[in-house]
């Protein structure tokens, strides 16, 4: 069982920007993809981000201009840059492994959230106006 843990949440002024970190307890490369997604209060969870390991990147279509991930394989963190930050994006942000789904396939949604074999337990940011 690898452990995920998600860290550089907090309070940010809208147009600002944040770093999330996810820390993997084991080699995450041999993961077929991880990816980041979000839970703001009242909402269903949504996929913003994934990236499988040959380094290819899928993004929400929301994210793409202003979110990038980005994975440390030697250190095995993974990222998400966040920039240009609105009260809209305030939420509990998790990461997220599987074995064998695609970047893609974990954009895409069609699945159960439970059935990932990872997940973290999210980090809060909030974005005030």
């Known amino acids: 069982q690898v452990n995920l843990a998600e860290s550089g949440g907090g309070s940010v002024q809208a147009g600002g920007s944040l770093r999330l970190s996810c820390a993997a307890s084991a080699a995450i490369n041999m993961y077929s993809s991880m990816g980041w997604f979000r839970q703001a209060p009242g909402k269903t969870r949504e996929a913003l981000a994934g990236?499988?390991?040959?380094?290819?990147?899928t993004y929400a279509h929301f994210v793409k201009d202003r979110f990038s991930i980005s994975q440390d394989n030697a250190n095995n963190i993974l990222f998400l840059q966040m920039n240009n930050l609105t009260p809209e994006d305030t939420a509990t942000y998790y990461c997220?492994?599987?074995?064998?789904?695609?970047?893609?396939?974990?954009?895409?949604?069609?699945?159960?959230?439970?059935?990932?074999?990872?997940w973290g337990q999210g980090t809060l940011v909030t974005v005030s106006s």
């Open positions: 990236i499988d390991s040959d380094g290819t990147i």
């Open positions: 997220a492994a599987d074995f064998s789904l695609s970047s893609r396939a974990l954009i895409q949604g069609n699945y159960d959230p439970k059935s990932l074999d990872a």
